[in-house]
Nanobody, 122 residues
């Protein structure tokens, strides 16, 4: 079955950096768009970033644009989210997602990881 396994979350001070990884199995990775969503306590889940299967169409939420970078390595079946200049408001559980087309809506993704916690202290 399809598995998306996130790693790289943790506790970091404001202004710091983290890189999340998402290892995919059970699907033809190079044919899927990948993305990241996040959900903070008491808040709705929100789109963070997405990348299409060729890597030439990338979208970011406005709140992370310029600070976060999404990428993928099709040879390793892995997607990444590099997060720089982290802010306390970036604290959330981050979910890796895979879908046929990508985009901003969670409805566009078939597969979801279990999530990894990112906590940014002030």
């Amino acid at each position: 079955q399809v598995q998306l396994v996130e790693s790289g979350g943790g506790l970091v001070q404001a202004g710091g950096s983290l890189r999340l990884s998402c290892a995919a199995s059970g699907l033809t990775f190079s044919r899927y768009a990948m993305g990241w969503f996040r959900q903070a306590p008491g808040k709705e889940r929100e789109f963070v970033a997405s990348i299409n299967w060729t890597g030439d169409r990338i979208y970011y939420a406005d709140v992370v644009k310029g600070r976060f970078t999404i990428s993928r390595d099709n040879a390793k079946n892995t997607a990444y989210l590099r997060m720089n200049s982290l802010k306390p408001e970036d604290t959330a559980v981050y979910y890796c997602v895979a879908g046929p087309t990508g985009g901003h809506s969670d409805q566009e993704y078939n597969y979801w990881g279990q999530g990894t916690q990112v906590t940014v202290s002030s």
